[in-house]
């Protein structure tokens, strides 16, 4: 290999080395402080987004409480609870008790209609058999039969009855009232509402009308749920006014949908007589903790969303995951928990459904604040910030997160235009200085060349002795090229020297050959 060629190996060797180290370095310290950076700023972010999810939170809670508050104490409501209780009371002695065929035809509903939607809305299937009308009053099997089992009106619009026009003062109560607790129920998106008698804990009233209607939730079927415990709250109330939540749990009545209770007394005559109850909108919490759907367009990218755990660990409101892709959600969930992708499938929903527990919802539940890097509900690496919410006396957690990924996509973006300027600059500075090594190791290799080509000449046996090699002006090359000029000098004076020698010895013989013939001659 050329002395030039080992020049320019051994420079851009140098060149790419170092290169390689400074820009590794380079990227290495840009891309750790754009992570900071961009961490610092999502921190900040998805701690905005959990405040104001929990104010709007807070106020949606403080707004249901200041309704029932002043509903409760509403003279109309007060005026339909006086009416309702004895009118409820008073039913059956005035209607006269369900015949064997209407006790078979609300039996049925029970065992069919009710079954058929429940199993409809959930993977494990129920079966409602035997005597399923027992400990139920003949009071609440009239009312269920008249409002539900033999209402014309379809499963799910029960409301829609008015008035049974069948000569009972209850009928004329609810004829009167009604429309307008209906037309509250809808306007604010209640799912239902409920007044509930104190001392029986009868249901005497309630606007959708399922299957806790005019049971006792004080000894009824469903005392120990979320209602019932709502209105336990209510009666021990200690003055008007007071307001008291139930947690978020799943409700049989309602097909084992999540549902949450609030309630408040209501007093007459300075005496509290009744409990109004709300079953609380469930979409209308879920728009506020989703943010209508608006995830994009309200800051949250691509993968941020917020959510609220309940204490049993599981999702108040919808993932928005799936809301996004279902199929692709419950495809996915099938890999590791199949019956939970079953469930969430057959129900269309993962409110009360998805666990969603973490260690920052853990954090939550103790009362702590806070931002941290996690696994979250999904198996996805997150920024999770999380903060405890109250509901009632009731805790829960609030997370505001995003993917790690997609917090950090703009450091790829970095990396990579920092790698490719990287490469571009290598490649002009490799190019430069290969010219230039090449350039200038021609002016460091021409000497050389040139002594060279004088030692092949010389060895040829045609060399010209009188050549003398210029200074090339670098040291060491100047140095061998001395060393040359006066070793050819040296043989030049002793080539010299010899001939002058030759001659004389020429000379001589000549001489000698002169005199040796004129002796001879003698």
């Not at 049993?312 to 892709?325: I, K, T």
């Not at 199929?327 to 269309?348: Q, S």
């Not at 430069?432 to 092949?456: I, Q």
């Amino acid at each position: 290999m050329s002395l030039k060629a080992r020049l320019l190996i051994a420079i851009i060797s140098i060149l790419l080395i170092a290169i390689v180290m400074m820009g590794g370095v380079s990227v290495k310290v840009a891309v750790s402080e754009a992570e900071d950076a961009l961490t610092e700023s999502v921190k900040a972010r998805l701690i905005s987004q959990n405040v104001q999810t929990g104010e709007a939170l807070e106020e949606y809670f403080g707004f249901i409480t200041s309704q029932i508050r002043a509903k409760s104490s509403d003279l109309a409501t007060v005026e339909a609870t006086e009416q309702f209780i004895p009118a409820f009371n008073q039913y059956v002695s005035q209607r006269s008790k369900l015949n064997s065929a209407q006790k078979s035809q609300l039996s049925s509903y029970y065992s069919s209609d009710f079954t058929q939607q429940y199993n409809n809305s959930n993977p494990e299937p129920i079966s409602i058999t035997g005597n399923v009308l027992g400990g139920l009053s003949e009071t609440t099997l009239a009312l269920q039969y008249d409002f539900i089992a033999g209402s014309s009106q379809p499963l799910g619009g029960k409301d829609g009855l008015i008035n049974l026009n069948n000569g009972a003062a209850y009928s004329q109560v609810h004829n009167r009232f009604h429309p307008s607790f209906r037309n509250f129920l809808k306007e604010f998106g209640y799912y239902d509402i409920f007044i509930v008698d104190i001392p029986t804990g009868n249901i005497v009233y309630s606007v959708f009308k399922e299957l806790d209607y005019a049971t006792s939730i004080k000894t009824g079927p469903y005392a120990g749920t979320g209602i019932g415990k709502a209105f336990s709250k209510a009666v021990n109330a200690t003055e008007v006014g007071q307001v008291f939540y139930s947690e978020f749990n799943q409700y049989r009545p309602s097909y084992d949908a999540l549902a949450g209770f609030v309630s408040s007394p209501i007093y007459s005559n300075g005496k509290a007589v009744a409990v109004m109850i709300f079953q609380m909108p469930m979409d209308r919490i879920n728009n506020v903790l989703t943010h209508h759907s608006k995830w994009k367009e309200k800051g949250f990218g691509e993968t941020g969303e917020t959510y609220l755990v309940n204490g049993q660990g599981n999702l108040v409101n919808e993932s928005r995951a799936f809301v996004e892709d279902r199929a692709g959600y419950v495809k996915k969930l099938k890999k590791k928990f199949p019956n939970l992708a079953k469930k969430i499938a057959a129900k269309d929903t993962t409110i009360g459904l998805q666990p969603a527990g973490s260690a920052a919802a853990n954090r939550a539940f103790k009362g702590e604040s806070g931002f941290d890097q996690m696994i979250d509900y999904h198996d996805a690496e997150v920024f999770s910030s999380f903060s405890p919410v109250s509901i009632g006396e009731y805790n829960y957690a609030l997370l505001a997160e995003m993917e790690v990924a997609e917090a950090l996509r703009a450091t790829v973006k970095v990396r990579n235009n920092l790698i490719t300027s990287t490469l571009i600059e290598a490649l002009l500075i490799i190019g430069v200085s290969v010219v230039l090594v090449m350039f200038f190791s021609a002016r460091l290799v021409r000497p050389l060349n040139r002594l060279g080509r004088t030692c092949e000449e010389l060895s040829e046996g045609e060399g010209d002795l009188t050549i003398q090699l210029n200074a090339s002006g670098i040291p060491e090359i100047d140095r061998i090229s001395n060393g040359f000029n006066v070793f050819i000098g040296q043989i030049r004076d002793i080539i010299g020297q010899v001939k002058i020698d030759s001659d004389s010895l020429s000379s001589a013989s000549q001489e000698l050959s002169v005199i040796t013939s004129q002796s001879a001659n003698k």
